[in-house]
């Protein structure tokens, strides 16, 4: 059984940093596509970054330059580096999973997702 368990999430400042990070147990983590997502209240899940087996990345023009996705094989580990946060970056934070081989940027073509970490930026 797959599952994804998100931590890290906190109130923060505007420009500071946090790292989030997912868990992953019951796949095999070094050939599966990863991806990040957020949710604002009253808004759509919008895709953050996608990692790919192979170790290709793309990001969101919104976080371009200030996040920052990696992978720990040997721990199972996904983590988000995101620095220079502002207010809408406020979200809640999720990671999945992508059983195809090429990464996308859509949730609904994601097949497993944590239960999410909240990140609050405001002063």
């Known amino acids: 059984q797959v599952q994804l368990v998100e931590s890290g999430g906190e109130s923060v400042q505007p420009g500071g940093s946090l790292r989030l990070s997912c868990a992953a147990s019951?796949?095999?983590?070094?050939?599966?596509?990863m991806g990040w997502f957020r949710q604002a209240p009253g808004k759509e899940r919008e895709f953050v970054v996608a990692?790919?087996?192979?170790?290709?990345?793309v990001y969101a023009d919104s976080v371009k330059g200030r996040f920052s996705i990696s992978r720990d094989n040997a721990k199972n580990l996904v983590y988000l580096q995101m620095n220079n946060l502002n207010p809408e970056d406020t979200a809640v934070y999720y990671c999945?999973?992508?059983?195809?081989?090429?990464?996308?940027?859509?949730?609904?073509?994601?097949?497993?997702w944590g239960q999410g970490t909240q990140v609050t930026v405001s002063s």
């Open positions: 999945a999973v992508r059983s195809e081989l090429w990464m996308s940027r859509v949730p609904e073509e994601y097949d497993y």
């Open positions: 990692l790919n087996w192979n170790s290709a990345v």
């Open positions: 019951g796949i095999t983590f070094s050939s599966i596509n």
